[in-house]
C-alpha cells in the first residue's frame, strides 16, 4: 500500500480555447486529491489562458512552440520525478515519448486527440511534423495509450501498428454545467440550426451549405468558430444564395446559450477525435445531424434519440426535410443518452483506475 499520494504531471500545449486541452486541464483537476498530487505544466505563454482553473497546481513553460519546450520538460520531470506523465496531441506526444527512456520510473501516457490516418487526408499539416515512422517508434516508447474513441483505438492498432494491450478506451467526459434548455420547437418555428467548430477543411463545412442549398423550408444557420477556411465557407454559402439566412461568431464563452436556442446540430466534419461539443449540445437537449465519419459518433448519437447519421449527402438532406416536417425530439431524452454515457464521475473513475493501475504495475 502507498503510503504518500501518486504524483501525477499533466502536459499540455496551453490552456487557449482546444478540446484536448480542456479535457487534459478537467481531468487533472478532477481526480481524487487524497490519492493523487497532480500538476499542470503549459508549454506555453500564461497570457494566452482561456480556461481559468481553480485547485490546480499550473507551470507555465512561456515557450511559443512545443518543440522549443523539450529541454525545460525534461528539466522539470527530471527535477520533480513524477510517478505518472500525461501529455495530449500528437506532437507533444512525440515529444515526451522520445524522453521516457531517460526516466524508468515513471510511467509515461499519451493521449491521442485525433483519427491521425484519416485526418492526414484533410489536414496533412496536423501531423507532417511527424513522418508515420516517427509517430509508431514514439508510441512504442510510452506505457499507454488513451483513445478517445473505438475508432481512433482501431486506427493505433491497425495504422500505427500499437499492440491493442498498451492502448485503453476512454471517452471524453461532460466538463460543464449546461442547463437543459426549456424551449422546444414549434410547427410555426423557422427551424435554427447551429455548427460550432474550427474553420477547416476536415470540419466538412462545405458539404453541410451544399446540403442547405437544395432544401426548401425556411431556416436560420448559426456558425461559430474561426479558421483559414473561412473565406471559402462564407464564398460558398453566397453564391448558393442564402447569406441572409447566417448567423456567424467567430468566438463566445456562451456556447450554452447558442446551443439552447438551436433545434439541431449539424455536423459536417470527416473525422474528429471525440467531438466534444456534440456532447455539449446534447446536454442542453440539442440533437445533432451528422456525416458518417470516424472519430466517436456511434458512441455518442442513439440513432433517433438524440440524432442521426447521415452516410452521403442525399441522405443528410432528407433527414434535414423529415427532421423540418416532424420535429419529435424531447430534450430530456436527448441529454440523458449522454449524461448515462460521459457523466463526470463515470469517466474520472477510468482515468483514476489507468494511473493507479500503472503505478502499482511497477
Do not use: W
Request: contains cysteine; glycine residues 4%; charged residues 20%.
Amino acid at each position: 500500500m502507498r503510503s504518500k499520494k501518486i504524483n501525477i504531471v499533466f502536459v499540455i500545449p496551453s490552456l487557449a480555447a482546444g478540446g484536448a486541452e480542456r479535457i487534459l486541464s478537467f481531468v487533472a483537476q478532477n481526480v481524487n486529491k487524497e490519492l493523487f498530487k497532480t500538476t499542470l505544466l503549459v508549454t506555453g505563454y500564461q497570457k494566452d489562458t482561456v480556461y481559468h482553473l481553480t485547485d490546480l497546481e499550473i507551470v507555465y513553460l512561456n515557450k511559443p512552440r512545443v518543440l522549443k519546450s523539450f529541454f525545460s520538460i525534461f528539466s522539470y520531470i527530471k527535477k520533480n520525478k513524477p510517478d505518472v506523465v500525461v501529455s495530449s496531441i500528437v506532437h507533444l506526444n512525440v515529444l515526451i515519448a522520445f524522453m521516457s527512456p531517460f526516466f524508468s520510473n515513471t510511467k509515461f501516457v499519451a493521449r491521442e486527440a485525433n483519427v491521425l490516418s484519416v485526418l492526414n487526408k484533410y489536414n496533412p499539416s496536423s501531423s507532417i511534423f511527424f513522418s508515420k515512422r516517427v509517430i509508431n517508434l514514439a508510441y512504442k516508447l510510452v506505457d499507454c495509450i488513451i483513445c478517445q474513441s473505438t475508432d481512433m483505438q482501431q486506427d493505433m492498432v491497425t495504422y500505427f501498428h500499437v499492440k491493442k494491450s498498451k492502448t485503453v478506451l476512454i471517452n471524453n467526459p461532460i466538463t460543464n454545467n449546461f442547463n437543459l434548455k426549456t424551449r422546444t420547437k414549434s410547427e410555426q418555428d423557422t427551424i435554427r440550426f447551429i455548427t460550432i467548430g474550427r474553420l477547416s477543411k476536415e470540419k466538412g463545412h462545405l458539404r453541410i451549405i451544399e446540403a442547405l442549398s437544395q432544401v426548401d423550408f425556411p431556416f436560420k444557420y448559426t456558425i461559430i468558430g474561426n479558421g483559414k477556411e473561412k473565406e471559402t465557407i462564407f464564398e460558398s454559402i453566397k453564391q448558393n444564395g442564402f447569406m441572409d439566412k447566417i448567423e456567424y461568431v467567430a468566438f463566445t464563452k456562451e456556447v450554452d446559450t447558442y446551443l439552447a436556442k438551436s433545434d439541431l446540430f449539424l455536423q459536417g466534419s470527416f473525422v474528429e477525435g471525440f467531438p466534444n461539443v456534440l456532447i455539449e449540445s446534447c446536454v442542453v437537449g440539442t440533437p445533432i445531424l451528422a456525416f458518417r465519419a470516424p472519430g466517436g459518433l456511434d458512441e455518442i448519437i442513439e440513432i433517433g434519440e438524440n440524432g442521426y447519421i447521415a452516410e452521403t449527402t442525399e441522405e443528410f438532406i432528407n433527414y434535414l426535410n423529415n427532421i423540418n416536417k416532424s420535429y419529435d425530439f424531447n430534450p430530456e431524452t436527448v441529454s440523458q443518452v449522454v449524461k448515462q454515457r460521459f457523466s463526470k464521475d463515470k469517466i474520472i473513475s477510468k482515468y483514476e483506475s489507468l494511473f493507479l493501475n500503472l503505478v502499482n504495475s511497477n
